[in-house]
Nanobody, 123 residues
Framework: QVQLVESGGGLVQAGGSLRLSCAAS????????MGWFRQAPGKERESVAR????????YYADSVKGRFTISRDSAKNTVYLQMNSLKPEDTAVYYC????????????????WGQGTQVTVSS
């Protein structure tokens, strides 16, 4: 069983930064791929960034490339999402996800999910 707990969300002005953290627990979670997804009101959940268990391969949504960075600290069983140059359209609930395989951007195939953390960017 894998448990994921997100933190770091909040209210920030446009152009500001936030760093989200996802603490993972579970026997083999260090070998899992991790991802960040987000869901805005009235919209479908979408992939933001994904990282392999080695940390060597990372994918980003086009809308966040150059602004967001995903990373992981295996010693701490934690994955991060550094978000810079935030825009009002980044406002959403951000979810951490984990999977034994490096899944694609389709959120429905990821096995484990956190409870989500709200990010609100004011203009």
């Amino acid at each position: 069983q894998v448990q994921l707990v997100e933190s770091g969300g909040g209210l920030v002005q446009a152009g500001g930064s936030l760093r989200l953290s996802c603490a993972a627990s579970g026997r083999t979670v260090n070998t899992y791929a991790m991802g960040w997804f987000r869901q805005a009101p009235g919209k479908e959940r979408e992939s933001v960034a994904r990282i392999t268990w080695t940390g060597t391969i990372r994918y980003y949504a086009d809308s966040v490339k150059g602004r967001f960075t995903i990373s992981r600290d295996s010693a701490k069983n934690t994955v991060y999402l550094q978000m810079n140059s935030l825009k009002p359209e980044d406002t959403a609930v951000y979810y951490c996800a984990a999977d034994p395989h490096f899944e694609g951007s389709n959120w429905s195939v990821w096995d484990y999910w956190g409870q989500g953390t709200q990010v609100t960017v004011s203009s």
